[in-house]
């Protein structure tokens, strides 16, 4: 679904961005969290799939169709972009130097940006991101799965902003 300006709601959690992430399932399961955790938009960058696509559908389960989203050639243009609205930059990361989830703030208004399964978030995003947060991990392998990630980020920030509205 091409975004829709009657959609918007400056209510909603943050928008997701997705610098190249490999996988249309990955890319499906992001879809279908961001619809149940009510995010606003997401923005499919680079050599991210984009609906329409088997795969993505098998997991998104049609939550493809009722989310926001928009392609960008570069995740450089989608993170200008979001910062032209007012957004706070915040790369979802491993990086020793991002801070824990657990221990900052991420504003309603921001663009949560995930990157690739194996190389991450792009160094070029990284330089115009305004903050690098990490989930702590206490196992031997240093990240989850890209689409886990983004369910576990996607829910603490749900947490935060108190609601207790849902099905």
């Not at 703030?105 to 995930?114: D, G």
Request: aromatic fraction near 4%.
């Amino acid at each position: 679904m091409r975004l829709q300006p009657d959609r918007i709601s400056v209510n909603r959690l943050p928008i997701a961005i997705l610098d190249n992430v490999r996988s249309a399932h990955n890319v499906g399961a992001i879809f279908r969290t961001a619809d149940c955790a009510g995010l606003e938009r997401i923005d499919l960058c680079g050599m991210t799939s984009r609906p329409p696509n088997p795969k993505l559908a098998k997991t998104a389960l049609g939550a493809e169709s009722v989310v926001p989203w928009r392609c960008f050639e570069y995740a450089t243009e989608a993170v200008i972009e979001a910062r032209l609205e007012g957004r706070a930059i915040v790369a979802i990361e491993t990086a020793e130097e991002a801070r824990s989830l657990y221990e900052c703030e991420i504003p309603n208004r921001s663009a949560l940006v995930m990157g690739h399964e194996v190389f991450g978030v792009s160094p070029e995003v990284l330089a115009l991101a305004d903050t690098s947060v990490r989930i702590p991990m206490l196992g031997a392998k240093s990240s989850l799965n890209v689409a886990t990630t983004f369910g576990v980020v996607a829910y603490e920030l749900l947490r935060r902003s108190g609601s207790k509205e849902g099905r």
